[in-house]
């Protein structure tokens, strides 16, 4: 395989991403997702938090296809086109957060491949990983339907146990996963709850 001098990162699944029309290789951690625990039905609503470049909007969309609704959120704009009805918004994860309302809630899945920029620090990149994976928990704890289902992202650090506990005393069961696609020398694992508890559904 060629060296990709753009995308000193390119691997097999970049490639196969090209090919089959998906913005990114981030699709396929995704797709082993979805094939281990089939988190996401037709008719679903699904939130997508850090959607840009948008590989898991349009999967998600070839799930749906017409028969549920997708919202996403990046501060990146993105430009895709999915047959799904859907918002797209361009705003600052914390700040959505505090809101009270969201387009498509209550959701049935709450999805995060949010990352942040990362410095070359690993103890730096893991706590603010941290704190994007508790936003997204504080959102899937506000949206999502009682039986709902959340699949984050983080940086594995010394307070990664942290976040873990707290999915666990949210969701009637959980999982660490990490997708066989994940770069090896990537720190990153998925955690996942399945089942959210209805005594942590805002009334």
């Not at 909007?57 to 009805?85: A, N």
């Not at 942040?116 to 506000?142: F, I, W, Y």
Request: some cysteine; overall charge positive.
């Amino acid at each position: 395989m060629k060296k990709n001098k753009k995308n000193p990162w390119a691997d097999h699944y970049t490639y196969q991403a090209q090919q089959e029309k998906y913005p990114a290789r981030s699709v396929y951690k995704l797709k082993e997702i979805q094939k281990k625990y089939r988190l996401i039905r037709p008719g679903n609503a699904v939130l997508d938090l850090g959607c840009a470049p948008g590989s898991w909007l349009l999967y998600v969309s070839e799930i749906l296809e017409k028969t549920g609704f997708i919202t996403g959120i990046d501060q990146k704009k993105i430009s895709i086109h999915i047959k799904t009805p859907h918002a797209i918004m361009v705003d600052d994860i914390f700040e959505v957060a505090e809101r009270d309302r969201l387009d498509g809630a209550p959701f049935n899945v709450v999805l995060s491949d949010m990352a942040p920029n990362t410095t070359g620090r690993k103890d730096v990149d893991a706590l603010r990983s941290l704190r994007l994976c508790e936003a997204a928990l504080h959102m899937a704890q506000k949206y999502l339907q009682p039986g709902g289902h959340f699949v984050c992202k983080i940086f594995q650090g010394s307070d990664t146990q942290e976040i873990i506990d707290a999915v666990k005393a949210s969701f009637e069961s959980h999982q660490l996963y990490r997708p066989k696609t994940t770069r090896k020398a990537s720190k990153e694992i998925y955690i996942i709850g399945l089942g959210m508890k209805s005594e942590n559904v805002p009334s």
